[in-house]
């Protein structure tokens, strides 16, 4: 009896460890989760200058996901460095992340990677450089809460579509106007209200995550949810 009432104690000691672990976490208990679950990275073929997409667990992804009616709220560049596979992203700072760490620190996980189709043709060594050269330009840079179109502070999508231009002459995604996303939903408005108060540049030019997701050039090239 007392040997099954151990088991069980145990057992609800584990079940709420991992139930913690799930939870937004700092970015050190990040970087150990993703020490301690290296089989997060797929036995797939990686390419340098693959698109990452994830769901964020940021308070501003769900009012990103909803303006922008996208399933997803950021994204990132993967390159390789060493032996290591890295995701350069635009977050506070912008800065390279491990890809385990990457993939453990998005909701659930869940996460998709894209491919250019003529990859193979256009992402050449020389424009792979040239991208990752442009990539490093940004390292350490502000995020840009007011996704403006400078580089003096960068946001997620941002980065990958001015790393694909700049670094290999490839537009990737449909440059938009703030006013042309749904901006009226609540959990938006509150964020815009937080980020601007009542001067909100609805002229700004912006590419969001979604508009990059849908580009017809890239195709799917792993999803690990449905």
Aim: proline share 2%; with cysteine; glycine share 6%.
């Amino acid at each position: 009896m007392r040997f099954h009432y151990a088991m069980h104690l145990a057992l609800m000691a584990w079940w709420y460890v991992v139930l913690s672990s799930c939870h937004e976490a700092t970015s050190e208990n990040t970087e150990l989760h993703a020490k301690d679950n290296a089989s997060l990275e797929v036995n797939a073929t990686y390419h340098e200058g693959d698109i990452l997409f994830q769901v964020s667990t940021s308070g501003q992804g769900k009012a990103i996901q909803i303006a922008t009616n996208s399933a997803y709220s950021h994204c990132g560049l993967l390159f390789k460095e060493g032996d290591q596979w890295v995701v350069y992203e635009g977050v506070q700072p912008v800065k390279k992340t491990a890809l385990a760490a990457w993939i453990a620190r998005g909701d659930h996980q869940h996460y998709v990677i894209k491919r250019h189709k003529d990859a193979l043709q256009l992402l050449s060594f020389e424009n792979i450089e040239k991208m990752k050269s442009e990539a490093r330009t940004h390292l350490g840079k502000n995020y840009d809460l007011t996704f403006e179109w400078s580089d003096d502070r960068i946001y997620c999508s941002e980065l990958v579509y001015k790393v694909y231009l700049r670094g290999a002459g490839i537009s990737l995604g449909t440059l938009q106007k703030l006013k042309e996303f749904n901006l009226k939903a609540p959990a938006v408005r509150r964020k815009l209200t937080e980020r601007y108060g009542s001067q909100i540049p609805l002229n700004e030019t912006v590419i969001s995550p979604g508009s990059i997701f849908e580009d017809p050039t890239l195709r799917t090239i792993f999803r690990n949810h449905i």
